[in-house]
């Protein structure tokens, strides 16, 4: 049996920031090829500054808690920042992951590095 930090569970439980964000300036959208799991993140820009940030996951326990604590982690952030937010960070802002599950916070930090640049990319 996998067993997760409390605050792992927590996320899990009670994910922050779900659904959609309609007035959303970017989007990413990532699958994991090994489980067919996906995260799609949807993000509100100022001044190159993250303002909100919300989800939809269909996935693991420990991708819709990655997920979740992403978008905490994201918003305040501007987008140089949020670009060096790692899968590492990821999971240690959960109080770390099981090994086995640590590839499961690429889909978080995958999707918001994929966010910012599709942002980039239609700006330019
Ligand atoms: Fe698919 Fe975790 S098992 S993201």
Same mark, same amino acid.
């Given at each position: 049996?996998?067993?997760?930090? @409390?605050?792992?569970?927590?996320?899990? +439980? /009670? #994910?922050? /920031?779900? =659904? @959609?964000? #309609?007035?959303?300036?970017?989007? =990413?959208?990532?699958?994991? #090829?090994?489980?067919?799991?996906?995260?799609?993140?949807? +993000?509100?820009?100022?001044?190159?500054?993250?303002?909100?940030?919300?989800?939809?996951?269909?996935?693991?326990?420990a991708a819709?808690a990655t997920s979740?604590i992403l978008?905490?982690? *994201?918003?305040?952030?501007?987008?140089?920042? &949020?670009? +060096?937010?790692s899968k590492e960070d990821v999971a &240690?802002?959960l109080?770390?992951l #099981?090994?086995?599950k640590m590839d499961c916070s690429n889909l978080a930090a @995958? *999707?918001?590095?994929?966010?910012?640049?599709?942002?980039?990319? /239609?700006?330019?």
């Amino acid at each position: 049996k996998i067993m997760y930090s @409390d605050k792992v569970m927590d996320h899990f +439980l /009670n #994910p922050r /920031n779900t =659904g @959609d964000l #309609p007035e959303a300036d970017a989007m =990413g959208e990532i699958g994991n #090829p090994a489980c067919g799991d996906m995260m799609r993140l949807f +993000l509100k820009i100022e001044k190159d500054v993250i303002t909100q940030a919300r989800f939809k996951t269909f996935g693991c326990a420990a991708a819709i808690a990655t997920s979740s604590i992403l978008t905490e982690m *994201a918003v305040g952030k501007t987008l140089d920042e &949020a670009l +060096l937010i790692s899968k590492e960070d990821v999971a &240690a802002a959960l109080d770390g992951l #099981p090994p086995k599950k640590m590839d499961c916070s690429n889909l978080a930090a @995958d *999707a918001l590095h994929q966010a910012i640049q599709n942002y980039r990319l /239609n700006k330019s």
